[in-house]
């Protein structure tokens, strides 16, 4: 390929050295919009025909050398040169190669500045829509799961502490809750974004007629940017985009953090499969869940993508400055991280196996009946804190003697409160009590049954 003097370089003396030109160049990160950038620049030149701008001719002559340009890059034919500062230009060159003069009308009524905040805006829309299908492929591995669990019991934790009884299916399904929210998020993202700058130029539009709702129409944007000073400093998608991703990553860190405790000797509620655990170069015995470890800390940067990216913006100039440049490293940074994690975390839930037999036999340590005993108290029509009260007095009892309050026999509860009769004995136990909750959305088999039914439907729907 011959070497494109940049028009530019009229403007100017000397030419930036090779430290500079290394330091300047976004192609090695900017590469991979090369489809966004050609796609744009087929819709920007058919409008440049069909206002006259061009010719049909010169317009097909383009269409075909930017498309024989993709097919070359696809087969990995296409030598970058990072001399070319960007896909932008590199593309271009490319095209003024191939068909000559002709290629140099493309960037008619165009500059990078639109013509990059549009091909990101492209790349993030489609981006999304394989997030949201990843999303959606963890959110039924969940449900899946929720099934195989859907009436038996373990305990919920509330400060890392055992709480109450609740059905390992609804436990599952609080994640699918989460996901769901990402998964809106990211819509909603989605939405906004999905409108076409093209046309902007470098700042201040165009004298030239270029019909932007024609670019926008053939790009599949839902509208056009009404200020072109707006248009092209906005990376406020960028940030949006990025918080999306950290909270699907926090997410899926504190799935992480949970499975990781969950496996360990001393919970033991669950076995990773063989194949999502490693072993010790020293210590035989052991299976380490070093993919969920990698999950919790690639949050770190997810995270710090947003923080970069926000202080890309922060107190930047209007309008375009080269700065916006970084926006690309911390946007991808970010889909790429969360992208594997949602599949590695996929794969782990698909086959993990909770130890049923285990977390039964465990079940009645921790007193996790004893908000089920206080429940019971209120009916019976006791104040709640005077009811609170009288179990935590049982529970220390209990404690004391290494007893279960199931173990305590009726004469003694009842010298501490009259109204217990022999019916409590329904209440007291932790395995039976997950069936008692009625409220709506409650962690018991009935609910998580609904839940199931729910998802099931709505998932396979998308
Ligand atoms: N590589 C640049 C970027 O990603 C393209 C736009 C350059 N525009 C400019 N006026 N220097 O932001």
């Given at each position: 390929m011959t070497e494109l003097k940049k028009s530019w370089e009229k403007r100017l003396n000397g030419q930036p050295d090779e430290l500079t030109v290394d330091f300047m160049q976004s192609l090695s990160v900017d590469k991979r919009l090369y489809k966004y950038d050609i796609v744009a620049s087929i819709a920007h030149a058919q409008m440049l025909a069909e206002q006259k701008l061009i010719t049909r001719d010169e317009f097909k002559q383009i269409k075909d050398a930017l498309i024989e340009t993709s097919q070359e890059i696809a087969d990995g034919r296409f030598k970058f040169e990072e001399i070319y500062e960007d896909i932008h230009m590199a593309l271009e060159a490319a095209l003024i190669n191939k068909i000559g003069d002709v290629g140099k009308k493309l960037h008619t009524g165009r500059s990078r500045n639109d013509q990059v905040a549009t091909d990101m805006r492209l790349w993030m829309r489609d981006q999304i829509e394989i997030l949201q299908a990843k999303i959606t492929l963890l959110q039924k591995a969940f449900v899946k799961s929720a099934e195989k669990y859907a009436e038996v019991v373990m305990p919920a934790y509330t400060h890392l502490q055992r709480a109450q009884p609740v059905v390992i299916a609804a436990y599952l399904l609080s994640f699918v809750e989460m996901l769901e929210r990402d998964y809106l998020r990211m819509q909603n993202c989605s939405r906004l974004l999905n409108i076409s700058p093209l046309?902007?130029?470098?700042?201040?539009?165009?004298?030239?007629?270029?019909?932007r709702k024609t670019t926008a129409n053939q790009l599949g944007f839902s509208d056009i940017s009404y200020n072109s000073i707006d248009a092209v400093a906005d990376r406020d998608f960028c940030v949006e985009f990025i918080f999306d991703c950290t909270m699907v990553q926090m997410h899926l860190s504190r799935l992480a953090e949970d499975w990781i405790i969950f496996a360990s000797g001393e919970f033991d509620l669950l076995r990773l499969d063989d194949s999502h655990c490693t072993s010790s170069s020293m210590m035989p015995q052991k299976r380490n869940p070093d993919p969920l470890e990698l999950i919790r800390a690639k949050t770190g940067t997810v995270y710090g993508a947003l923080m970069a990216m926000l202080t890309v913006l922060k107190?930047?100039?209007?309008?375009?400055?080269?700065?916006?440049?970084?926006d690309k490293r911390h946007i991808f940074a970010a889909a790429d991280t969360v992208s594997v994690s949602l599949d590695m975390a996929c794969a782990i839930v698909t086959r993990v196996k909770f130890k049923t037999d285990k977390i039964a036999a465990g079940l009645?340590?921790?007193?996790?009946?004893a908000t089920a005993l206080v429940e019971y108290l209120v009916r019976k029509g006791l104040a709640f804190r005077e009811a609170h009260g009288i179990v935590g007095t049982l529970v220390a009892r209990c404690e004391k003697d290494n007893k279960?309050?199931?173990?305590?026999?009726l004469s003694e509860l009842k010298q501490h409160c009259s109204s217990i009769d022999n019916d409590v004995y329904q209440y007291?136990?932790?395995?039976?009590?997950?069936?008692?909750y009625i409220t709506?959305?409650?962690?018991?088999p009935t609910q998580a049954g609904e839940q199931i039914a729910y998802w099931t439907k709505q998932l396979d729907r998308r």
């Open positions: 046309g902007s130029g470098a700042v201040a539009g165009s004298s030239l007629p270029l019909d107190a930047q100039p209007l309008t375009y400055n080269r700065d916006l440049q970084e009645e340590e921790g007193f996790l009946d279960k309050l199931a173990d305590i026999d007291l136990g932790a395995a039976k009590l997950a069936d008692k709506a959305g409650a962690a018991g």
